[in-house]
């Protein structure tokens, strides 16, 4: 009895998974599909899922908009900002878990850091930056991104500790390592999955923010969303080169999630306790 | 003794210093300058410095009607999407938990909506949904149903937008309830095979409550960002038609970079923090009610 | 001794950090000081797709040759050029120091003090062909209290376009004049212009009568309305600036607008969906008979990467409710401007003055820009290459209104695009949306000061 009902619920998650699979995909095949089409195709009355395919789109964004020297600005300030976040946030997050330091109170302000909507300190922001004479550079975006992050990479890691068990802390601990060491080599490896998710968020959050990246870069530095926005006009929408974009946007984001999938899988170092 | 305990308070207080100080460094002029607003009349292209007006803008605040509207659907929009988020990214993980590789492939795809740049998302929604020559309308009417005007009236147009809010944040949740199931620790569930639970029973009394740290993130977060969205509904509707989809942070960006009247704008933003604060609030005593520790 | 520990660790972490910061900053600065070391560089803020972009870029290059004076061009997306330009004229960062301003911008940004008059420069140094170089109503446009503050640049006030192939054809003509009783022709009056739609909306044939651009929170949604009420022979405000749209003319006008989407059908339900962007491509496509948008649609039409009705587009003026008024466009347009806070202001008028001359307008309009000088319409390449121009002369002879010019604009834009909205989504009659919206309309003059 028990085999038949474990049967049913497998089918039935599988089925629930097939649909959700292909609700999730049928706009990205979409978007994928429209960056190879010209013009009139993408106006047509009629839409259509065979047509000839056009790589214009694709020429645009790289040879005429130069669209690979934002793809450079993007991966430098989401990489470094989610280092930060990542860095430092997990840092802090093992403190707030493990030994309650700032209590409710601390961790409940980092939070409220991501509560506040942009829009509202847009101009003190701006300010700021010009006066710290970081408008337009690295810096800015970077800096404005870990704010951003931060507080999500405290929160998620924060869920993390909370399942390893103190023990291993403890024991580490009587062995004579220092809290920093300890963290380092044992905690840290226990906890790679949320390291990974984490890293996972903050980057993607990062890559996809477009109202600091907007405001904080000019001239020298452009990320990808601004790019992209740059194709609605006062006169016209390029569905094309914009689809184009969307999806070699996504490029470095899947080699990079592909890259580390391995690690989110579960099987870790948890004879450790024993 | 002592001193490695003091030394232990010292290096662990040194941890959590670096996050601290950052946040506070960037984070209070704005904040600052915010709080300073909420007693000031300023219309940035006036050219004139912010004016002392006692509580002139909360009394504005409670004589808008288009606040309470664009409040409503706000409200309406985070309590329709994120608990389908939620519930969706929920039956999700468990639906992958094994690893066959059909499975391992579908994890990966899963995450793809996360991954496209907002702006990219609500456009090529947008265009799918286009009632003219759309693909979605085009597919209803294969199957002998007229689409409705998506965002092109009121009625449609909240639904249209939280349809693309899910399928573009459920892998959120998913990638978070996943990531935190690798994390839980192999034994319970070896015990309870041992014990001789089915399947329903190990989910029910072990794994959720293991699992509700991770849900209580994907829920905070979720409900922060929900509720203070902008950049797809900008891009998509603008807030129309008739101010159907026209959520707080709209109404805000427009006050604030549309009109320019800062007092205002900051008026709004802290309404918007307070409500996330309380809410937040009550949904961290209720992870706290529920988790296992 | 705990205590002394603490705090030097917490100076050590802010002084990791400041650290850290800096020397990133000073990475970015690195590229910063080779500017300096260029005698005279103006910077600008244009949007990416500016008509005059691509004659702007050129032309940079050629007054460098001739100069030596550097021109950077910044991009940023369209929908965000205004909040940078005033975010930057706000915090007096000087960032820029010509600029490009929209027509509905220039009373906002003359009350902030961020523009430089133009008239002293102008005495000493005069643009050529000056006073005569521009039409008197694209100058009034940008003249505030007497002072001019800007030159125009690029400009394409609304036409009335028509697909010549449908409206000449003899065999759609004996069909209209059996079913309608008179010759068709290009629609002069709003009930014409319902006929002739009517006539040509096929939905079989992918065909609609028009095509319009009904979106709350776009541009277009109160263009159309006040076209509508003007050629209703309406007006937004009275003398002292109390809010008259709410009229008879006003609630017609906004019906009929409204009555061609809900009640007749000559224009796709999508409507409510389509910006300016969106229902231009509609009629380039062939999918539309009639269409009122920007000149840009007159040359656009001729390009067959864009148009499928290339040969086929023709262009008259606006109809009108009835003969008693007179045919009225919109104009808002582009103009050059210097900002007050640029530390180059001379260089600046210089580049502008050089920008606005015959052979530099001539090469923009040449390049896609609607060049502004009465030179530039009345030049016989010109003339050859874009005929339309002609039409827009005859447009600016007509009647051609801007919209309200008070630093308000943006709020009143936004009461009446809603207005519009509600009505055609059928939650308020054109009666009671207009009346609330002259309310609010009132309020926020009242709030401003303009009746005291």
Not at chain 1, 20 to 46: G, H, N, Q, Y
């Amino acid at each position: 009895m028990r085999n038949s009902k474990e049967t049913i619920s497998e089918v039935l998650s599988n089925i629930l998974l097939i649909l959700i699979v292909i609700f999730v995909l049928f706009p990205f095949i979409w978007i994928f599909l429209t960056s190879f089409k010209d013009r009139f195709e993408i106006a047509s009355a009629i839409p259509r899922f065979l047509f000839k395919p056009t790589f214009e789109n694709y020429k645009q964004i790289f040879l005429v908009d130069g669209f690979l020297q934002f793809f450079k600005d993007s991966i430098i300030i989401a990489v470094i900002s989610t280092s930060f976040a990542v860095f430092f946030g997990s840092m802090a997050a093992f403190s707030i878990t493990k030994y309650r330091v700032g209590g409710n109170f601390l961790s409940f302000w980092i939070l409220s850091m991501r509560m506040f909507p942009p829009i509202a300190i847009i101009i003190p922001v701006y300010i700021l930056m010009i006066r710290l004479n970081l408008l337009d550079t690295y810096a800015a975006v970077v800096i404005m991104h870990t704010l951003v992050n931060m507080p999500f990479a405290v929160w998620l890691m924060n869920g993390f500790y909370q399942e390893v068990p103190t023990e291993i802390h403890e024991s580490a601990m009587i062995d004579g390592c220092s809290v920093f060491r300890s963290f380092f080599t044992i905690i840290f490896p226990v906890v790679k999955p949320g390291i990974i998710a984490t890293s996972i968020f903050c980057l993607i959050t990062s890559w996809n923010e477009f109202l600091f990246s907007l405001i904080l870069s000019g001239r020298r530095i452009t990320t990808l969303p601004v790019a992209t926005a740059f194709y609605v006009t006062d006169r016209d929408i390029l569905w094309g080169p914009m689809a184009a974009v969307g999806v070699t946007a996504m490029v470095p984001i899947i080699i990079f999630t592909i890259l580390i999938q391995k690690h989110l899988v579960r099987g870790l170092t948890y004879g450790a306790v024993k | 003794m002592s001193l490695a305990v003091s030394n232990q308070k010292r290096a662990v207080i040194l941890m959590v210093f670096p996050a601290v100080i950052f946040l506070l460094a960037i984070g209070i002029y704005p904040l600052l300058h915010s709080f300073y607003l909420l007693f000031n009349d300023w219309i940035l292209t006036s050219g004139m410095p912010p004016r002392f007006n006692n509580f002139a803008n909360f009394v504005q605040l409670i004589k808008d009607d288009r606040f309470y509207s664009s409040l409503l659907t706000t409200i309406r929009f985070t309590a329709t999407a994120v608990p389908i988020e939620l519930g969706l990214g929920l039956l999700l993980t468990l639906a992958v938990a094994k690893d066959t590789p059909f499975k391992k492939t579908c994890r990966s795809i899963l995450l793809i909506p996360m991954m496209i740049t907002p702006v990219v998302v609500g456009l090529m929604w947008k265009y799918m949904y286009n009632p003219s020559n759309g693909i979605i309308n085009y597919m209803l009417s294969k199957i002998g149903i007229e689409g409705p005007i998506w965002l092109g009236e009121p009625k449609p147009a909240l639904p249209a937008i939280i349809i693309m809010d899910i399928w573009q944040w459920t892998p959120f949740v998913f990638l978070i309830l996943s990531a935190g199931m690798t994390s839980l620790p192999k034994e319970v569930f070896e015990a309870s095979k041992v014990d001789g639970t089915n399947k329903f029973q190990n989910f029910r009394y072990i794994t959720l409550p293991l699992l509700v740290p991770f849900i209580l993130v994907a829920l905070l977060m979720r409900f922060i960002d929900t509720f203070k969205i902008f950049d797809t509904i900008f891009v998509m509707t603008k807030g129309g038609p008739a101010n159907a989809t026209e959520v707080l942070s709209l109404y805000t960006y427009k006050v604030g970079l549309n009109f320019f009247d800062m007092g205002y704008a900051a008026t709004l933003s802290y309404v918007i923090l307070i409500i996330i604060t309380v809410c937040t609030q009550q949904f961290i005593k209720l992870g706290k009610n529920n988790a296992e520790f | 001794m705990k205590k002394n520990y603490r705090v030097r660790w917490m100076v050590l972490i802010l002084i990791m950090i400041f650290f850290i910061i800096s020397s990133v900053s000073v990475f970015a600065e690195g590229q910063k000081e080779d500017q300096e070391k260029q005698p005279v560089v103006l910077r600008t803020l244009i949007f990416k797709g500016f008509a005059r972009g691509p004659s702007l870029a050129k032309q940079a290059e050629k007054y460098k040759e001739i100069t030596g004076v550097t021109v950077e061009v910044e991009e940023v997306p369209f929908g965000q050029l205004h909040e940078k330009m005033i975010l930057d004229f706000t915090s007096k960062a000087g960032n820029y120091d010509f600029v490009i301003g929209l027509t509905d911008w220039v009373t906002e940004m003359v009350r902030g003090k961020y523009l430089m008059p133009l008239n002293d420069m102008i005495a000493k140094d005069p643009i050529e062909g000056w006073p005569n170089a521009y039409p008197q109503g694209l100058l009034d446009f940008q003249t505030v209290d007497g002072k001019l503050y800007g030159v125009p640049c690029h400009d394409g006030p609304i036409m009335f376009y028509y697909r010549k192939d449908l409206l000449e054809n003899p065999a759609e003509k004996k069909k209209f004049k059996a079913e309608y009783g008179y010759d068709l022709v290009p629609p002069k009056t709003w009930d014409q212009f319902l006929d002739v739609s009517r006539f040509f909306n096929r939905p079989e044939e992918n065909l609609s009568g028009t095509v319009i651009a009904a979106k709350q929170g776009g541009q277009q949604l109160a263009y159309d309305f006040f076209l509508m009420l003007w050629s209703f022979g309406g007006d937004v405000f009275d003398k002292s600036y109390r809010p008259i749209f709410n009229s008879d003319a006003g609630v017609k006008g906004l019906q009929y607008y409204v009555d061609l989407r809900n009640k007749w059908e000559v224009t796709p339900k999508a409507s409510t969906t389509f910006d300016e962007t969106e229902n231009g491509p509609v009629y380039l496509n062939g999918n539309a008979a009639l269409m009122w948008h920007w000149s840009h649609i007159a040359s656009w039409a001729e390009m067959p990467d864009r148009s499928k009705i290339v040969g086929n587009n023709a262009y008259t003026l606006m109809p009108v409710a009835n003969s008693s008024i007179k045919p009225t466009t919109l104009s808002v347009y582009w103009f050059f401007a210097i900002s007050e806070s640029s530390k180059n202001k001379a260089e600046t008028y210089k580049l502008i003055k050089w920008l606005s001359n015959i052979e530099n307008d001539k090469e923009a309009s040449q390049m896609g820009t609607v060049g502004c000088r009465l030179s530039t319409y009345n030049d016989p390449e010109i003339l050859k290459q874009f005929p339309f121009y002609k039409n827009i002369e005859a447009s600016l002879a007509s009647a051609v209104k801007t919209t309200p010019q008070i630093p308000q604009y943006a709020q009143v834009d936004d009461i009446i695009g809603v207005a519009c909205s509600k009505v055609i989504a059928n939650e308020m009659s054109a009666k009671e949306a207009l009346d609330d919206a002259a309310k609010r309309v009132e309020e926020v003059m009242r709030k401003a000061g303009y009746y005291d």
